[in-house]
């Protein structure tokens, strides 16, 4: 069992990071060891948001700062529960802290201005992901991806984003069509489990 990991002390090393490094890689590196001391708290994600919700998987505020300049969020999948290929737009990590997902890496590939569609996705990479590991994305070229739990069994994965990505804009892919659309994926609680003090 881990000494609870401080969401102050966790706001000044995510602070430490942001005010160093150059670029999204640099930034997803800095922040790595801190999201593997969170996947180490066994009390992490209380019992009554470890439920996945029927209809899709729940995603869960657990912390921010004031000044939204990261977000912790748990996303509780359950089995056989997808979502589908997305962008983010903004850094981020996400490690497993319960069960198993498989997440499948897409490239987008311009086709120009007047071409129709103006982009194709092309798959470039998968991996099941299992506790303690740990992806990232980063725009542009690591930014989509599609996230499946095709188990038997509920998985949550924590995730630490370079916003409050409740708020933030982005897109939803059909790698079929090479089209989108724009979405912004609110979450499942008004407010975050562990308030900012």
């Known amino acids: 069992?881990?000494?609870p990991y401080d969401w102050k002390q966790l706001e000044r090393d995510i602070a430490a990071v942001l005010a160093t490094a150059e670029g999204n890689r640099a930034i997803v590196d800095g922040v790595?060891?801190?999201?593997?001391?969170?996947?180490?708290?066994?009390?992490?994600?209380?019992a009554e948001y470890r439920t996945p919700l029927p209809h899709k998987y729940a995603q869960y505020l657990l912390y921010k700062p004031e000044d939204e300049s990261f977000a912790v969020i748990a996303f509780v999948w359950g089995p056989k529960q997808t979502a589908p290929?997305?962008?983010?737009?903004?850094?981020?990590l996400v490690g497993?802290?319960?069960?198993?997902?498989?997440?499948?890496?897409y490239r987008r590939n311009d086709r120009g201005e007047t071409a129709d569609p103006r982009y194709e996705l092309r798959e470039v990479g998968e991996a099941t992901a299992r506790r303690g590991?740990?992806?990232?994305?980063?725009?542009?070229?690591y930014d989509i991806h599609g996230v499946s739990n095709p188990f038997d069994e509920q998985a949550i994965t924590i995730h630490i984003y370079g916003t409050d990505i409740g708020k933030q804009q982005r897109h939803i892919h059909d790698v079929a069509t090479g089209g989108h659309r724009d979405v912004v994926t609110k979450h499942d609680n008004e407010r975050p489990v562990y308030a900012a003090v």
């Open 1 to 3: 069992m881990s000494e």
């Open 32 to 46: 790595r060891p801190y999201l593997q001391r969170l996947l180490a708290q066994e009390e992490l994600v209380p």
């Open 85 to 92: 290929v997305h962008d983010h737009l903004v850094w981020g």
């Open 96 to 105: 497993l802290y319960e069960g198993a997902v498989v997440e499948k890496r």
């Open 133 to 141: 590991d740990i992806s990232f994305v980063y725009p542009p070229d």
